[in-house]
């Protein structure tokens, strides 16, 4: 019932919302350009700010503007509430430039190749990525250590909590009573959700972040942080906050992502060497699913679990380097690396067989050896998949 009364309660702010943007059929928006194509003798940009994703062209001859912020007037007298709260295509004009912000400037001196730099902006500021280099850490299979999203806020929370705990460990003399845990734990989500406004809340940090307060209180109360309960409030908190834009394949990876390790670790206890055979493992399930969407293949992705490993120790590391002024150290490693990824095949499994391993991970969830015909599956996918 709570639930209910907080999506109608949601449902009506999100009208009034609408109606204001709507505002006398004008609407002069902040955005940032996500993608940016040329079509004929137009260009088509995607914008998105904080509270909307939309499409429109330009028959201007733009240069290249991903990442850019820009102020333009919306023509918004045909847009529907649907298309408000989903993604719309609206005409505009008085396209502006803004000036980049001192943490994107302070990015960008360190390289001086702009797609580097532009890899650094995604991983630390959840900007978006040039078409070459996605298809590039596609079929590396590493995508995901440069979209935010639980891993990285995972990072950050252990770094904050590495800086903080010993200060905090100092001066409990004073207050014996209060539990380190969980004032750190309020003082981390505090900082993170800082981080969330600075990155102008990205949908996948949001997800994880609703994510880590669920954990947070279910670790409160001592109750088990790895039940099904936890993904399934996600789930609903997460429709409450985007509505339909969770009907999207990012969204689904990502649940099946925390699915799949729920998975391991109801089977596996969760220790430092299982937290390095977790890296292995999520390769192998995901193998079969990531391949079912995107069908980017390359026999280097066979590194990407090792890749994982080493990313945990290169994240802290490059974020240090950037604050000391040395950001470009690993550019020219990153840039060999990247070109391993310039020729892939296509290797998609039809639905069939994207079902059937469906219905084996949830039965697995259930009985041990189900999981281990799921493992082999996996196995048998990516060895068939390489010969």
Known sequence: MIFVLILILKLQLSFLSYLNFLGNGYKIVDARVITQYKKKNYYVLKLKNKEVTFYTTSRDDLKNLLNEKLTLTLITKNISF????TTFYAPSFNLKLNPISFIEEKIESQHKDKKIANLYKALYLGEAIDYKTRKELSSLGISHLFALSGLHLGFISLILFLIFSPIYKFFQRYFPYRNRFFDLGILILVVEFLYLYLTSFPPSLIRAYVMEVILFLFAIRLQNIFSLKVLFLTILFSFLIFFTKIFSIGFLLSILGVFYIYLFFRYFRPTFLNGILLS?????????ISHSFFGNFNIYQLLSPF???????FYPISIFMHIIGFGGIFDEII??????????????FDIITLILFALISLTAFFERKVFIVMIIMSFSAILDTIF
């Open 280 to 288: 292995f493992y999520m390769f192998l399930v995901m193998f079969i």
């Open 82 to 85: 649907l298309d408000y709260l």
């Open 307 to 313: 890749i994982n490993l080493i990313f945990t120790i």
């Open 335 to 348: 840039d060999w690396y990247l070109h391993l990824g310039d020729n892939f095949s296509l290797i998609k």
